[in-house]
């Protein structure tokens, strides 16, 4: 299948580990492709996905990746070093809250690659590396965040099968079918018809702060994560080690509340600006590449935009091939678009600022159809 090929790097491993559920093999007059899948389609990626092994656009640049963790490092330091050579005042504190938010951020985007086994060749190394990244420097599970983005890979926008999605019905109301629906069952958790606006001041700033602070921790001991619980508590043991000793109880909260706040913040914008304007339905057993098109889209690219976003503005590219390193994803890029011309499928790409428009126009317009519902209009 395309989902088992694309999520593994070693297909030899982990197909050991399958062996136990195989329960048989299909006749030699049976179909292999399902009637609700696009068997030419399937063809032809698979065609291309050969073409990008030959390619060894798989193969990644640890330089390019060496770079990242540096800049990341670096930026780390730099906001300890500024309260620690220009005190504690309200300009050194505001330099070192963005440039630690910067740091945060783009590990993140790090902890990405890592995660998705495309920095190293050898998956143990991208799995203690991404300890480090993730744990250590972000303070959160590697295993939990795996657990979960691998869910949403593998079926992206597909309701009760991609937790990205969970904050429908209760915080928003998603897609034009489930908002439908919900008013006409006369649900309202929300008021979904301001949720457009209601947005700002929810998702954006208080998703880490709130929500995955907690449900990292809750993931982490309940599955008996020990290790990665290990190496967070050196996050939170440095963090207050290194800030402690400068900073009063107060501005220490502040720094933290803040800086998790704007992380929160820029994750949501350019996280949710991919999928959330996009198709949200029930699971249609689609073939792997219509599945991805239909959740996902892309941003313009550029050296800023590749940056801010942890090159995520390829998004399709991404979703198609979850393992590529990252800075693979342009070459590619041409590759896929012709692709989705063979075939008529939509291949979405559009201005950085237009992407974040669309996410609050969607919001806007599913709330308006469930308020239409609701009122019997």
């Given at each position: 299948?395309d989902a088992f090929?694309?999520?593994?790097v070693?297909?030899?491993?982990v197909?050991?580990?399958?062996k136990?559920?195989q329960?048989?093999?299909?006749?030699?007059?049976?179909?292999?492709?399902?009637?609700?899948?696009?068997?030419?389609?399937v063809k032809?990626?698979?065609?291309?996905r050969a073409?990008?092994?030959?390619?060894?656009?798989?193969e990644?640049?640890q330089?390019?990746f060496f770079l990242?963790?540096?800049h990341?490092?670096?930026?780390?330091?730099?906001?300890?070093?500024?309260?620690?050579?220009?005190?504690?005042s309200?300009?050194?504190?505001?330099?070192?809250?963005?440039?630690l938010?910067?740091?945060?951020?783009q590990?993140s985007?790090?902890?990405?690659?890592?995660?998705?086994?495309?920095?190293?060749?050898?998956?143990?190394?991208?799995?203690?590396?991404?300890?480090?990244?993730?744990?250590h420097?972000?303070?959160?599970?590697?295993?939990?965040?795996?657990?979960?983005?691998?869910?949403?890979?593998?079926?992206?926008?597909?309701?009760h099968?991609?937790?990205?999605?969970?904050?429908?019905?209760?915080?928003?109301?998603?897609?034009?079918?489930?908002s439908?629906?919900?008013?006409i069952?006369?649900?309202?958790?929300?008021?979904?018809?301001?949720?457009?606006?209601?947005?700002?001041?929810?998702?954006?700033?208080?998703?880490?702060?709130t929500?995955?602070?907690?449900?990292?921790?809750?993931?982490?001991?309940?599955?008996?994560y020990?290790?990665?619980l290990?190496?967070?508590?050196t996050?939170y043991?440095r963090?207050?080690?290194?800030?402690?000793?400068?900073?009063?109880?107060?501005?220490?909260?502040s720094?933290?509340?803040l800086?998790?706040?704007?992380?929160?913040?820029?994750?949501?914008?350019v996280?949710?600006m991919?999928?959330?304007?996009?198709d949200?339905?029930?699971?249609?057993?689609l073939?792997?590449?219509s599945?991805?098109?239909?959740?996902?889209?892309?941003?313009?690219?550029s050296?800023?935009?590749?940056?801010f976003?942890?090159h995520l503005?390829?998004?399709?590219?991404?979703h198609?091939?979850?393992?590529?390193?990252?800075?693979?994803?342009?070459?590619?890029?041409?590759?896929?678009?012709s692709?989705?011309?063979?075939?008529?499928?939509e291949?979405?790409?559009?201005?950085?600022?237009?992407a974040f428009?669309?996410?609050?126009h969607?919001l806007k317009?599913?709330?308006?159809?469930?308020?239409?519902?609701?009122?019997?209009?």
């Amino acid at each position: 299948q395309d989902a088992f090929v694309a999520f593994h790097v070693d297909k030899v491993l982990v197909s050991k580990y399958l062996k136990p559920l195989q329960i048989g093999e299909l006749a030699p007059d049976q179909p292999s492709i399902e009637p609700t899948k696009n068997e030419m389609l399937v063809k032809d990626f698979r065609e291309l996905r050969a073409t990008v092994e030959r390619m060894g656009l798989l193969e990644p640049n640890q330089l390019f990746f060496f770079l990242l963790l540096a800049h990341i490092l670096l930026l780390d330091i730099a906001a300890w070093l500024i309260l620690l050579y220009f005190g504690t005042s309200l300009l050194p504190f505001v330099l070192s809250l963005l440039l630690l938010t910067i740091s945060q951020v783009q590990a993140s985007w790090l902890q990405h690659d890592l995660g998705h086994l495309s920095v190293f060749r050898k998956t143990k190394w991208n799995h203690l590396l991404h300890k480090f990244v993730m744990c250590h420097l972000i303070g959160a599970s590697a295993k939990w965040w795996t657990l979960l983005h691998s869910q949403h890979h593998a079926k992206p926008n597909c309701f009760h099968k991609d937790p990205d999605i969970d904050m429908h019905p209760f915080l928003f109301t998603l897609g034009k079918k489930f908002s439908v629906e919900l008013g006409i069952k006369k649900k309202k958790y929300m008021p979904y018809n301001h949720q457009h606006k209601y947005f700002f001041i929810t998702l954006p700033p208080l998703l880490f702060p709130t929500y995955f602070h907690c449900h990292t921790f809750y993931i982490a001991y309940t599955k008996k994560y020990w290790a990665d619980l290990a190496w967070m508590l050196t996050f939170y043991i440095r963090f207050f080690y290194t800030y402690g000793s400068l900073l009063e109880t107060k501005t220490l909260s502040s720094l933290i509340s803040l800086h998790r706040m704007l992380e929160s913040s820029w994750f949501v914008w350019v996280s949710q600006m991919n999928h959330i304007p996009m198709d949200i339905d029930y699971d249609k057993n689609l073939d792997w590449v219509s599945t991805q098109l239909l959740a996902t889209c892309n941003v313009e690219q550029s050296l800023f935009n590749d940056w801010f976003t942890g090159h995520l503005n390829f998004q399709i590219e991404h979703h198609l091939f979850p393992t590529m390193p990252r800075h693979s994803y342009c070459k590619v890029a041409p590759l896929v678009k012709s692709l989705c011309a063979k075939h008529g499928l939509e291949y979405q790409c559009k201005p950085l600022l237009t992407a974040f428009a669309d996410i609050v126009h969607s919001l806007k317009t599913s709330g308006e159809l469930w308020h239409d519902a609701y009122l019997h209009k």
